[in-house]
């Protein structure tokens, strides 16, 4: 929102500087975006006299002209622009000026063999309007040499406001006055607009066709014919306002409009009314309907948007864009202004699906004062006659639309309970009543009638919010917060502890964190074990994400096959997150997921002259999800692996882990080859899932403390064994059963290697292990570990069925 310094001086009676404008405005929560001083950006640019203009002798659309300067002797100029002319007055640029329009700053030069020393002006290269089909003219009385913005008068300040949606009363300049005022930065000058009589007659009939007649798009729809208008430029003063802001003055009927959309805060349209066929109407649009609109676009309507239309079909989107069929033009003589109140959720909804983005949708959407209307309607009359003069009739109104007459009780401790802020009762009352808002009673609590132009104010709280803010947020008082008296408790959950934990953990292990939606296609879900009706979402974001994920793998998948496709099939992924089971609470897990795609190992990936990385396997995914275990204290130990993998993983090259059969904590593996094909992806790719809800909580610790640590200061030693044992026997028996034979002595089973061949027979496999032993107390002998190994062999036997190899 755009306004000039001299334009808010319209409303407010203030002597402020425009730095005390502005820090008071991002003070009351008007943030300023830009302080624009136009003079400063325009300086260097002079009025200019062309002496003479002759054809350039080789170039067909150039002139040479003589341009005096105010300076001494005139100077040469090459110029193109087609209304270049002996006797006319322009805007000059000398050379080594920055030209903002074209971003360069302009050199002597020679063009086609012609010196050129400076350069003659159109609008849009001083970034003041659109036009650029000719150089700019100026009056026959501007002084030579004076400078562009002292003799445009455009000396003045621009503020750029941001304004939240919940202030539409802002979006014009008096709003924004009002809140100034209420600071007590200044008065707030009498706005009142009297109403003006028809003397012409009745307005055409409008009216308003809607099925829902209890919440139509449109509530109110005003219009006023007047007859025997002169269009054309719009005053000078009017047009300079525009120009300040960054608008384009067209012609005096729409320039008004204009002027009151962003003085007021109150968007209407003008119609030719000669071109009107029949009786205007408000109504929703119908699907195929189409139209041309005033920025030369053809838009397609939907029974969603409130069209405006007549006999002949649509002829303009309401409260959004008008249409070129039945715009203002010079020679309009009988003009057709509107001024109506739309519903702001049809508005937003409709300017989202057509992409426009006008000055009257971006007031609409954030809601137009509804009592403003006619007065609206009186304002713009007032102009169109003083302006372009006219006969004006009656005003036709079709429907009705007031305030929502919002009155709240207002206990005045609630002040200092939410901000801190001592704030008088007398204050308060002078507060609230300059920013339009009416206050009763004398007591604790105060009953306070909220104005029309503020919807957005509906409790208590926002009225505490709207003396705070007039107050200044930079009054309110900052207390340090108490020291405690002792060790603060834990602050995060168990599973917020986890999810960071976790992360920590596999960021450590060099992946990257992903973070994707929580929906995922149908097809998707269905192939991950999801799918159900009830996880179906009532109203998806897009058609491919229509179900709650059953698990983070898919999101994954996708973010590994977008980065193959750019070039990086080496990737490294995990992201901690929701997953559902069900649309009940218990159905709603918390899972760390890791994928590792192509050579994204451990220790690396790609080529390299030392030696190329392997690709991934499903022992990187076993190495991933043991880590975080490790990490988030599980003993991995008494962890389970279960050779039974997911649904999604290769038969054969993954596994579950578990606590018992009824307690899994999630599975590890190579995804399935045909679910690579389905998803358009290429192997390998590793993945894990670890559901952090499934882990047991540690248990609570009682007053005994850890006995301290005892280390053996003597010698360990290590046998190796070698074990021939049935192929579907699992690693995991034979060092359970080694370590069982003596749980003292023995502190590590590993396995060095593993054979399979026709030299241990088929259906075996030979699995050798070394056994790390460590003495307490005194030396071992050699019957002592003779013994030992011979338990060793003895329990793996048992266990397994198999025999020591020899």
């Excluded at 205007?280 to 030369?296: S, V």
């Excluded at 006219?390 to 109104?397: K, R, S, V």
């Excluded at 578990?658 to 389905?678: M, N, R, S, T, V």
Aim: proline share 6%; aromatic share 6%; net charge negative.
């Amino acid at each position: 929102m755009k306004f000039t310094l001299d334009w808010l001086k319209d409303h407010l009676e203030t002597t402020a500087s425009s730095t005390e404008i502005v820090d008071t405005l991002t003070m009351i929560g008007l943030e300023v975006e830009e302080l624009e001083d136009q003079a400063k950006a325009l300086q260097d640019f002079t009025v200019g006299h062309v002496l003479a203009a002759e054809q350039h002798p080789n170039a067909d659309k150039l002139k040479v002209c003589q341009v005096d300067t105010g300076t001494g002797d005139p100077v040469k100029v090459v110029c193109g622009a087609p209304n270049a002319r002996a006797g006319i007055k322009v805007v000059f640029a000398k050379p080594g000026t920055y030209i903002p329009g074209l971003d360069i700053t302009i050199q002597k030069g020679v063009i086609r063999g012609e010196e050129s020393h400076g350069m003659m002006c159109s609008g849009r290269e001083l970034m003041l309007s659109d036009d650029h089909d000719g150089i700019i003219e100026l009056p026959d009385d501007a002084p030579i040499g004076m400078t562009y913005p002292e003799y445009a008068k455009m000396d003045g300040v621009v503020i750029d406001v941001a304004i939240t949606p919940n202030r539409g009363d802002c979006t014009g300049v008096y709003g924004i006055a009002r809140d100034l005022a209420a600071t007590g930065l200044g008065n707030l000058k009498d706005a009142a607009i009297p109403q003006t009589a028809g003397t012409a007659g009745p307005t055409p009939a409008i009216e308003l066709r809607f099925d829902d007649q209890a919440n139509p798009a449109c509530r109110m729809f005003a219009g006023r014919l007047i007859r025997n208008v002169k269009n054309g430029p719009s005053p000078e003063w009017l047009q300079q306002r525009l120009i300040a802001i960054g608008l384009r003055p067209i012609n005096a009927l729409v320039d008004i409009t204009n002027y009151i959309t962003y003085d007021r805060a109150r968007p209407l349209h003008v119609y030719d009314a000669d071109k009107l066929k029949g009786t205007l109407h408000a109504r929703m649009g119908k699907t195929g309907e189409k139209f041309l609109a005033l920025d030369n676009k053809e838009y397609e309507v939907d029974e969603t948007m409130c069209v405006i239309a007549d006999e002949s079909g649509v002829i303009g989107l309401g409260g959004i864009i008008g249409g070129e069929s039945t715009s203002s033009e010079e020679g309009t003589t009988n003009v057709l202004i509107e001024c109506a109140w739309f519903d702001p959720n049809v508005i937003a909804s409709a300017g989202r699906k057509t992409g426009i983005v006008s000055d009257a949708r971006y007031r609409f959407e954030r809601t137009v004062d509804p009592e403003f209307v006619r007065p609206g309607m009186d304002l713009a009359t007032k102009m169109v006659l003083e302006i372009c003069g006219g006969e004006p009739c009656d005003i036709t109104i079709a429907g009705n639309v007031e305030g929502p007459e919002t009155i709240i009780d207002f206990p005045l401790a609630e002040i200092s309970r939410l901000t801190g802020l001592n704030v008088s009762a007398g204050e308060v009352k002078a507060i609230l009543t300059r920013l339009g808002f009416w206050m009763s009673g004398t007591g604790d609590t105060v009953k306070v009638a909220v104005p029309s132009w503020r919807p957005d104010v509906t409790m208590k709280a926002d009225l505490v919010e709207e003396v705070m803010r007039i107050v200044g947020v930079d009054q309110v008082p900052v207390d340090p917060l108490p020291r405690l008296s002792g060790v603060a408790p834990k602050m995060l959950t168990p599973i917020q502890n986890r999810r960071r934990i976790a992360r920590r953990a596999l960021a450590a292990r060099g992946l990257d964190e992903a973070i994707t939606w929580s929906f995922i296609s149908a097809d998707q879900a269905a192939k991950f074990g999801g799918g159900a009706p009830e996880l179906k979402l009532a109203n998806p974001i897009a058609a491919d994400l229509t179900d709650m994920r059953p698990s983070l793998l898919p999101g994954l998948l996708a973010a590994a096959g977008r980065n193959a496709n750019r070039g990086f099939p080496d990737a490294a992924l995990f992201e901690v997150g929701q997953i559902f089971l069900s649309d009940q609470p218990e159905g709603q897990h918390t899972y760390v997921t890791g994928i590792r795609t192509g050579t994204a190992g451990l220790d690396g990936a790609g080529r390299h002259w030392r030696g190329n990385a392997a690709p991934v396997d499903v022992f990187d995914a076993k190495g991933d999800l043991a880590a975080v275990l490790d990490a988030l204290g599980q003993d991995i130990d008494k962890v389970q692996v279960v050779a039974e993998p997911a649904a999604w993983s290769h038969p054969g090259r993954g596994g579950r882990l578990q606590l018992g059969p009824k307690l899994i904590l999630g599975w590890f593996g190579e995804i399935h080859p045909a679910l690579l094909a389905d998803l358009d992806l290429d192997g390998p790719i590793a993945a894990f899932e670890l559901d952090l809800d499934a882990l047991p909580l540690p248990r609570q610790k009682g007053a005994k403390t850890r006995p301290p640590l005892n280390l053996s200061d003597l010698m360990p030693l290590s046998r190796d064994f070698a074990f021939v044992v049935d192929s579907k026997i699992e690693a995991a028996s034979i060092i359970k059963a080694a370590q069982g034979a003596d749980k003292k002595l023995i502190t590590g089973v590993n396995i060095f290697d593993l054979y399979e061949g026709e030299h241990v027979g088929a259906g075996k496999k030979s699995v050798a292990i070394a056994v790390a032993i460590q003495p307490t107390g005194k030396t071992l002998t050699e019957e002592e570990i003779d013994k030992l190994s011979a338990s060793i062999v003895a329990a793996v036997e048992k266990a397994t069925g198999g025999a020591l190899r020899t």
